[in-house]
Each structure stands twice: as structure tokens, then as C-alpha cells.
């Protein structure tokens, strides 16, 4: 749209309900807090500034809220005394003269841009005020949306509400677009001649009417729509988002066994033809080349797996991961910061930390890059075709050589050139009739301890 807006984003609530130490809209969901997912959809409807209205954590909330090229601008709400008075607390924003005024919450994660666009439109067409309703089937306490002709005529308290208005199942979402230019008079017109002694923003419909302005009411998906005030409705919404972002997957061509089992984080990307088994977490950052196969009960974050490449069961990638076309991370194995080349493999039992592990090459079971001082960190090289026999330790700085072979058992602590053969561990000796010594002595011990009691 050509026409300038202004997003006011209210998030200043107290949290009291959630018991938390942090503010509610801090809580995440998918890995990113509700705030962020709120912006997304703010930024989707290309709008350029917002204004954040804040309490408690100001400054982290400002932050969280500060992502898709939105500019967000923070101001303070210092007393609660309703949703009229939370919007001009950023009056300042408001008097720079927008055409439209879109007022949104912190708390409603599962927002996406089309009502956002469909309220803009709605003001577009001349009306003064759009209010983003949904149906449902369980209205109970929301506020009913009364239309007559067209109109929204009013917004009725539930418990304001007549037994016909009750029956009314078209509910406010608290969700609305005011015309930017007559936002502050109609604003500044809200009173608090109400039990709680608050100004409400719902009144605007009323207010802008009796200016000779027009209200209607545009309809949004019930899901949509949902917000949080304690920990349970956290997992409710956290439930419904992994279950519409799993549907989206599988429809551009991701395959899950068992969707419901599969969690994902905010901006994880997986490619089509993509296997994702059942009792898979991927955490924020993992991209999944189509064709890759994440096998059960794996975990994956900050990792890029590529085309034909598997992982697990039971595997972990841990930030800075990346696998090349058709290598293979096997069961209990993890992988940090490492990159694995293409066709390698590191199959069983395994740590790759600050490593590469070259095209080709095998690394066996056990093995470990030591990779930690318990100060500073250091890298291992491992060249292509090479062969890392089981239960090795490769203590870094270190590099292994093209077509190099270690040994079984070793610990490597220098450098091995291409092509050669490197063993790390102690000369095997066979002490023929030894172990019946060692067994009688300790049975010996043991029961001279049995007769001291």
C-alpha cells in the first residue's frame, strides 16, 4: 500500500498470570519470543515503523521486537489503566500523522499479515475504524461484534450483553485500525465512566460513529487470534504453531513419519523431498537440503545438512554443523562446529568439535576430537579418503594427511602426513598364567574383608 502506517504494538503488560521472572511477551514460542513472531507479521504488511508500548523489561522487549527492518520506537506505559490508555501512551508516534494506525498485541503469536492487510484495506475504503473479529463456537467472555447493514455499530461486554447479543458468536479480538487522521481526537474522546475506571479502545466504534464516522468489522481465522496469559495457554499456542508449520512443510514436499512428533524452531528450512523421521528437534538455524534423511530421535541446531546426507538415530548437531552431499552422521554421534565432506562418514560414537573431516574419508567409532584445554579451543584437520580407526583421540591443533590411516586405539598429538600410517598406543605384552594371580589375590582380599566383619 502507498498509504503510511504506524503499527502500535501493546506489550506492557505486567505478566502477572504467566508467574514469571521475565515479561509474558519475552516467553517463546518455536525458539523466538511471541513479540518477534508479532513483528514478523507487522513486517510482512510493510509497514516501516512501529511503536512498541512497554512496562517491565523495556529494554529486552525492544529488543526482541526490533527484527524485519521495522523501526521500532519504545514507549512507556507507567500506569495500566486500559487498552485507550496503553495506545496514547504513544501519542508522541501518533501526532507525526500516518494515514492509517494499526494497534496489535504483544501476546498473539500466531498473527500473520492478511487481517493486518485487511483492516489497512478496510480504512482505505473510507472507513474510520476496522475492527479484526473472529467467530468461534465458544464465545463466552469475548466481546461481541453487533453489526447492522454493514456497520459495526458497537462492541458488547459479554457481561453487558442481552441474551440475543450473547447468541452473537462474531467476537473482538482486540485487534483494530484506526484513521491515522482523526486517531488523537477519536483517542483523547475515550472516557472511564465504567466499573474499573479504565478507558477502553473498544468505545472507538461508538465514539467514531457518533462523529459521523463509519466502523465495520473484517474476520480473521479464530487461531489466529489467540492469546496468552499463563503457561498452559503457552503450550496450547506453541502446539498450534508447530502444527500449522508442519502442515506447510508437508505440503511443499517434506515427508514426516510422524508429524506430530517432529518440533521445529522459527526458521527452520527443510528442503523437499526431505525424510524427517519420528522424535526429531531442530532448534534454531538448521537448514535441510531436499533429499536428506534426519533419522529418530535427533536433535539439530545451527546445522546445514545437504543433499543425501543422513543423520542419526540418535544424533546431535550442535551449532556451526554442516554436512556435504551424502555424508552420513550415525547413531549417538555429535557434531560441533565441524564440517563433514562429502560422501565422509562418521558412523558410531562419536565427537567432531572446531573440526573438517575431509570428501571420503571414514572416521570409526569412539573417536574423539580433543578439542578443549578447558581454556581455549583448537582445530583438527582431517584430509579426504583418509581412515580414523576406532576409539582414537585426535588432540588438537592437529592434521591428518589425504589417505592417511591411524591406527586403532591411538592418540594422535602430531601431525600425520598424507599417506602414512600413524599408531598412538602402547606396545601390546601377553603375561601367560597372569590373570589366575591377579583373580586369586582379589578373591583373597575379599574374604579376609567378609571375615573382618
Not at 32 to 56: C, F, N, Q
Not at 147 to 170: F, H, Q, S
Not at 331 to 351: D, M, P, R
Amino acid at each position: 500500500m502507498e498509504r503510511t502506517c504506524l503499527a502500535i504494538i501493546l506489550a506492557a503488560g505486567d505478566s502477572t498470570r504467566m508467574k514469571s521472572s521475565i515479561s509474558k511477551v519475552l516467553h517463546p514460542i518455536a525458539g523466538r519470543p511471541m513479540i518477534a513472531h508479532v513483528m514478523e507479521a507487522i513486517a510482512k504488511t510493510d509497514i516501516s515503523t512501529a511503536a512498541l508500548v512497554v512496562g517491565r523489561d523495556a529494554q529486552e522487549v525492544t529488543a526482541a521486537a526490533a527484527i524485519g527492518g521495522v523501526k521500532v520506537e519504545a514507549y512507556l506505559q507507567k500506569e495500566r489503566l486500559g487498552t485507550g490508555h496503553a495506545v496514547l501512551a504513544a501519542r508522541q508516534a501518533i501526532a507525526k500523522g500516518y494515514d492509517d494506525i494499526l494497534v496489535a498485541y504483544g501476546d498473539v503469536p500466531l498473527l500473520t499479515d492478511a487481517p493486518l492487510r485487511a483492516a489497512r484495506e478496510g480504512l482505505a475504503a473510507g472507513n474510520d475504524i476496522v475492527v479484526i473479529g473472529f467467530h468461534t463456537q465458544n464465545p463466552n467472555a469475548y466481546g461481541r461484534l453487533l453489526v447492522k447493514d454493514g456497520e459495526l455499530i458497537a462492541i458488547r461486554e459479554a457481561k453487558d450483553a442481552t441474551d440475543t447479543e450473547l447468541a452473537v458468536t462474531w467476537c473482538n479480538s482486540g485487534l483494530m485500525a484506526i484513521n491515522g487522521r482523526k486517531a488523537l481526537d477519536l483517542l483523547e474522546r475515550i472516557g472511564n465512566d465504567n466499573a474499573k475506571r479504565e478507558y477502553y479502545l473498544t468505545d472507538l466504534v461508538e465514539i467514531a460513529r457518533s462523529q459521523g464516522g463509519r466502523a465495520v468489522a473484517v474476520d480473521a481465522p479464530e487461531v489466529e487470534m489467540t492469546g496468552c496469559n499463563n503457561r498452559a495457554e503457552l503450550a496450547v499456542i506453541e502446539r498450534l504453531w508447530q502444527e500449522r508449520r508442519r502442515h506447510e512443510l508437508m505440503l511443499s514436499g517434506v515427508t514426516m513419519i510422524a508429524p506430530e512428533t517432529v518440533f521445529l524452531a522459527y526458521d527452520t528450512v527443510i528442503g523437499k523431498d526431505a525424510l524427517i523421521e519420528p522424535n526429531v528437534v531442530f532448534g534454531p538455524g538448521a537448514v535441510i537440503e531436499g533429499g536428506a534423511v534426519i533419522h529418530a530421535f535427533s536433535h539439530v541446531e545451527g546445522a546445514h545438512v545437504s543433499t543425501g546426507a543422513t543423520v542419526g538415530p540418535f544424533a546431535r548437531l550442535r551449532p556451526g554443523a554442516d554436512l556435504a552431499d551424502g555424508s552420513k552422521v550415525g547413531n549417538f554421534c555429535e557434531v560441533k562446529n565441524g564440517k563433514i565432506g562429502k560422501g565422509a562418514k562418521v558412523s558410531h560414537l562419536t565427537y567432531i568439535g572446531d573440526a573438517t573431516v575431509g570428501a571420503g574419508s571414514n572416521i570409526g567409532a569412539g573417536t574423539i576430537t580433543c578439542n578443549y584445554d578447558g581454556v581455549n579451543k583448537y582445530e583438527t584437520h582431517i584430509g579426504a579418503n583418509s581412515f580414523i580407526g576406532s576409539n582414537s583421540s585426535l588432540v588438537a591443533p592437529v592434521s591428518i594427511g589425504d589417505d592417511a590411516y591411524v591406527a586403532s586405539g591411538s592418540v594422535i598429538t602430531e601431525d600425520v602426513p598424507a599417506e602414512a600410517l600413524a599408531f598412538g598406543r602402547a606396545r601390546q605384552e601377553v603375561k601367560p598364567g597372569r590373570a589366575r594371580v591377579i583373580r586369586e589375590r582379589a578373591l583373597a582380599i575379599k574374604a579376609a574383608k567378609k571375615g573382618s566383619h
